[in-house]
């Protein structure tokens, strides 16, 4: 029996990607263990997103490269947005690859590893290209799955690519147009998955899930698809909804997460800028009384919503006018949650060829500015829930600990937000416990049971 294992790089819609491929080698008679443990062939899925997610990429490869010509492993094999993006010149750099494969030729990863056993045995040759120009893969609830995720939560990516081409923005080149699942194929996902009684938490993603529905329909269906599977019967407790984009909020959603006790009251809403002009040269569809309209209408009509968003800074023509614009604007708003990038420019984007380029050490002062203000804001925040108890659900236990452990309000995503370290005994993860908060830092909490 051949061995398998994979690193995983990236957002969790990546995760997804990297589990299916997982299903598909375990059914394909595949064993699969950590890499740690030198399996016969290493799969590297690979963001491709921003410049320092390459360089991540590229930095994993080399470490697995050198385990390829150390005997550890006998295959590399290179998956995802960096070989959807550079194609054939990321083969001729990275020799010690034996296989590349695209966003689009995920499904056939079994297969093409078998054949690449099959061609290294018989002719020698290794590297092959195995990235397609169309891109229209789309999993569903047949697809294989191997969480990789603990068994208390996990993921379900309700569409594929995205349509807003936003000017900085590669997402369309590495993923194809948006592309919404049908509300069948996803509530069939979430009742397997909800066969698992340990299943705590429903992490619904996409490139843009408020346009979910859009292409298939002819109008968001999201609010449907989420009263639906608030009507599982199961111990699922937490529904939560990522990567919102402001332009494509209705009232009907907004009501939707108000009325259903599961929905998490927390929403994920980029809004990179609140400039109008930087706003119009993003291509972002929405403007600064958009935003600030959503922003108030959400929280009156949602009492006690958490709220997260993203901020680009150094954005071709920002001035120190549009930058002092976004401070005050986010003194006043005071996001519960907020990451800050410096923006960096994406080949073949309209942007990489936008006048106005901000030197990197100004954007490095914005950037150091903007988050300077934001642990001030979070701070203030979370020193509000001094004193109250709040729902936790236990994540792991701290290394070498015995009575303490991690977890998350309902306000916090896995491996994106801060944490609520909580102190007691009989802990269990995966669990839901009333903590009484203790302590505050800048964006995590402390507790005891």
């Given at each position: 029996m051949?061995?398998?294992?994979?690193?995983?790089?990236?957002?969790?819609?990546?995760?997804?990607?990297?589990?299916?491929?997982?299903?598909?080698?375990?059914?394909?008679?595949?064993?699969?263990?950590?890499?740690?443990?030198?399996?016969?062939?290493?799969?590297?899925?690979?963001?491709?997103?921003?410049?320092?997610?390459?360089?991540?990429?590229?930095?994993?490869?080399?470490?697995?490269?050198?385990?390829?010509?150390?005997?550890?492993?006998?295959?590399?094999?290179?998956?995802?947005?960096?070989?959807?993006?550079?194609?054939?010149?990321?083969?001729?750099?990275?020799?010690?690859?034996?296989?590349?494969?695209?966003?689009?030729?995920?499904?056939?990863?079994?297969?093409?590893?078998?054949?690449?056993?099959?061609?290294?045995?018989?002719?020698?040759?290794?590297?092959?290209?195995e990235v397609s120009n169309h891109l229209d893969y789309l999993y569903d609830d047949k697809s294989p799955r191997h969480l990789l995720t603990p068994r208390h939560y996990a993921y379900v990516k309700i569409a594929e690519g995205c349509s807003n081409f936003c000017s900085y923005c590669i997402i369309s080149r590495l993923r194809g147009s948006f592309r919404s699942r049908s509300i069948g194929s996803i509530l069939k996902e979430v009742g397997a998955l909800s066969k698992n009684t340990a299943l705590r938490e429903i992490d619904l993603i996409g490139q843009d899930t408020t346009s979910f529905g859009i292409d298939r329909y002819g109008k968001s269906a999201l609010s449907v698809l989420l009263r639906r599977i608030c009507e599982f019967k199961n111990r699922v407790k937490w529904i939560r909804l990522l990567y919102t984009h402001p332009a494509h909020y209705t009232n009907e959603l907004i009501s939707t997460i108000r009325d259903e006790e599961k929905i998490c009251k927390y929403l994920d809403i980029p809004i990179q800028h609140i400039s109008d002009s930087v706003l119009k040269r993003m291509n972002r569809k929405t403007a600064k009384g958009d935003i600030i309209e959503l922003i108030d209408n959400v929280r009156r009509n949602i009492p006690g919503v958490t709220l997260r968003t993203s901020i680009i800074v150094g954005f071709p023509g920002e001035t120190d006018k549009d930058f002092k614009e976004l401070l005050t604007f986010l003194r006043k708003t005071k996001f519960e949650r907020l990451g800050a990038f410096m923006y960096s420019a994406e080949k073949g984007t309209r942007a990489e060829r936008f006048a106005g380029k901000v030197p990197e050490a100004v954007k490095k002062a914005r950037f150091d500015e903007l988050m300077k203000e934001q642990q001030k804001i979070s701070l203030q925040i979370m020193k509000r829930y001094i004193d109250r108890t709040v729902d936790v659900l236990i994540d792991e236990r701290c290394e070498g600990e015995k009575d303490k452990f991690t977890g998350r309000t309902q306000g916090d995503a896995p491996e994106i937000d801060g944490a609520v370290h909580v102190s007691g005994k009989n802990i269990k993860i995966g669990e839901f416990y009333k903590v009484k908060i203790t302590d505050a830092l800048e964006y995590d909490l402390i507790g005891k049971i």
């Open positions: 051949f061995t398998a294992g994979i690193t995983s790089l990236g957002c969790p819609r990546n995760l997804i990607d990297s589990e299916v491929m997982i299903g598909s080698l375990k059914a394909a008679g595949f064993k699969i263990i950590d890499v740690e443990k030198n399996p016969d062939v290493c799969l590297v899925n690979t963001c491709a997103f921003i410049k320092s997610a390459r360089e991540e990429a590229v930095d994993i490869i080399l470490e697995v490269s050198q385990l390829k010509k150390e005997g550890k492993i006998k295959y590399l094999v290179i998956c995802g947005c960096l070989p959807q993006m550079y194609k054939a010149s990321l083969a001729k750099e990275l020799k010690e690859a034996d296989l590349l494969i695209g966003t689009s030729d995920l499904p056939k990863v079994a297969e093409l590893i078998k054949e690449l056993f099959t061609r290294v045995g018989q002719t020698g040759k290794r590297t092959r290209l």
